[in-house]
């Protein structure tokens, strides 16, 4: 749907009086809301792709299969394992002094959720939220980016075709609908992308007061520990960094080295890109740079790097190609905190380097700095890895490996401090998406009339116990 701000209001009133018929669907709704999701992903996973593809110039079909129909699916059938039980109202004792009462925390669903999806992963950043939403027995309304057209539009055609208006509805078009759909009432908003429109977000959704989880970026950085099994580092954060291009809001932003590791670095990177990307122009297997204003923010970022003294290393065999939006993968030697590159999220296959002489150094580089999406560590020895740990701040952090603290249905994704706020997946998403109201059941046979007034020597008495119980 690309509709105007009053077909936008019509929509959320119709969800609004949806949940208002049934504001707590049974487990047989919630579930079969999950099916045809699943049914849908399914039947539509080649035309997916395709439109995926077709929007960034070229999108490896392997990529969206491995890193956003796989963790869509995992995701979508853990939530149908376990919603049922996540459901349940989790019942326990009133505090000692209160005994008999009993206590219970009720999950109830928000209501009308909105999704506000990015362009880098269309579809598992559309389908996550929903997941989660979804099982915890809300109506969602989806916003699509308008960077690609092409898929949003299918998604919408196909979301429609498989749920009712009143269940979920995906809405395209471009920034001003966007902010429409910002400042709609909603009674939760998930909103997937960059600091600075995070900012814009949460602004809008503060006139209602409606409750936000930002899901943001920031330079999230990998090190490499002094422990750290050395080829093993660099190829997985060569892949962590290149696959989609770089176009990815956990990519490594930059790498913490020892010092006199940075020539092996560069040495095992021409390796390594070699093995992982033959040919990498020409097979058709690195992501196209999405659209032409990102790929000449790139490449100003890489240029403006290199006129202050950088050193630009090329992995590959190819050079750019402007027409077809294909940025070579590139290391940045001799990079300082002045650079563009140093400040800004980079997103795409640009990678600084940055030297250290002790890894107290790497931690104080990473805590001075803004809180990350993501932290990668690479190293064996446990102390250096608590160390790390407990004096660095980050949404997440995958140790000895990238990315895939994401795709953990255990473990809630989300930043922290400017790379975000609150948390989704799994069990922690259902959270997010429901109102864990808590209830007091006060026993038939209590004492509370014991504390009533008129205040006297019985009440004090009674005080003097509270005050040992408590």
Partial sequence: ??????????????????????????????????????????????AFAEAISADFGTRPREETDLLEIFPSLSGLRHARRRGRHWMRPRKGMADMAFLPAGTTMLPQPRGVVGVIVPWNYPLYLAVGPLIDALVA????????????????????????????????????????????????????????????????????????????????????????????????????????????????????????????????????????????YPQIAQRGQFASIVADRHFQRLTTLRDDAVIAGARAERLGDSDQDPNRRF?????????????????????????????????????????????PLALYLFDDDRKTIDRVLARTQAGGVTVNDTLYHIAQHGLPFGGVGKSGMGGYHGEAGFRTFSHMKPVFRQAR??????????????????????????
């Fill in 445 to 470: 046979f209590n004492g509370v009339r014991l504390l009533n007034p008129p205040y006297g020597q019985r009440f004090r008495n009674m005080v003097r116990l509270l005050f040992k119980l408590g």
């Fill in 137 to 276: 027995g809300n109506r969602v309304m989806v916003k699509m980016s308008e960077f690609t057209p092409g898929f949003s539009s299918l998604f919408a055609h196909k979301v429609a075709e498989y749920f009712k208006p009143d269940e979920v509805c995906v809405v395209t078009g471009d920034a001003d609908v966007a902010q429409a759909f910002s400042a709609l009432p909603f009674d939760h908003l998930l909103f997937t992308g960059s600091t600075a429109v995070g900012h814009h977000v949460m602004r809008a959704a503060s006139a209602h007061l409606t409750p936000v989880t930002l899901e943001l970026g920031g330079k999230s950085p990998a090190i490499i520990g002094p422990g750290a099994r050395f080829e093993h580092a660099v190829e997985r954060i060569l892949y962590g960094k290149l696959v989609n291009a770089g176009q990815t809001c956990i990519a490594p932003d930059y790498v913490l080295l020892p010092r006199q590791r940075v020539g092996d670095f560069v040495t095992a990177a021409h390796r390594v890109t070699g093995r992982l």
């Fill in 327 to 371: 940025l070579p993968p590139t290391l940045l030697l001799h990079v300082n905190d002045n650079m563009a590159v140093m400040r800004e999220e980079i997103f795409g296959p640009l990678l600084p380097l940055v030297p250290y002489d002790s890894i107290d150094q790497a931690i104080d580089y990473v805590a001075g700095r803004p809180h």
């Fill in 1 to 46: 749907m690309n509709a105007p701000t009053s077909d936008l209001h019509q929509t959320l009133l119709l969800m609004r009086n949806a949940h208002m018929q049934d504001p707590t669907p049974a487990w047989s709704v919630r579930s079969g809301w999950l099916d045809r999701l699943e049914r849908m992903l399914l039947e539509q996973r080649d």
